[in-house]
């Protein structure tokens, strides 16, 4: 699948890490820069590159943590909206090219049990 999902992301001026990033934030805004690194499972410093990068695209922006002084809080900016939309849709290329053999049902049933696992597995941590 990430595979494919980069396949999707030809041509555009975002790698698969710079979007798994700004889904991330999208989701949370103002996530902390060291929790971020945390979820996207890199260590801080290829973190701090990545969003270097994304800031020179003007994608995110890093503002101080008013509770740190030393941390950041990461922001998506109104330049990231495209950058989004073209994130979803590659997503839901990928899925509906995974799933286009399964049955309505099929793939119904597949993303319930799914979803139980990952519950299961959130719940176990």
Known sequence: MRRNFIQQLEGSSITLAQAKALKYVARQ???R?????????VQPMTLARLIDQLEQQ?????????????????YLTEHADEHLKEIELAGNK??????GDLS????????H?????RN???NKE
């Not at 990928?94 to 799933?99: D, K, Q």
């Not at 309505?104 to 993303?111: G, L, P, T």
């Open 94 to 99: 990928v899925i509906e090219h995974a799933l």
């Open 29 to 31: 805004q103002g996530v």
């Open 113 to 117: 049990a799914l979803q139980i696992i």
């Open 120 to 122: 299961t597995l959130l």
């Open 33 to 41: 820069q060291v929790e971020l690194a945390d979820k996207l499972e």
């Open 104 to 111: 309505q049902q099929q793939a119904d049933e597949f993303k």
């Open 58 to 74: 003007q994608l995110v922006e890093r503002r101080p943590d008013p509770s740190d002084r030393r941390a950041y809080l990461i």
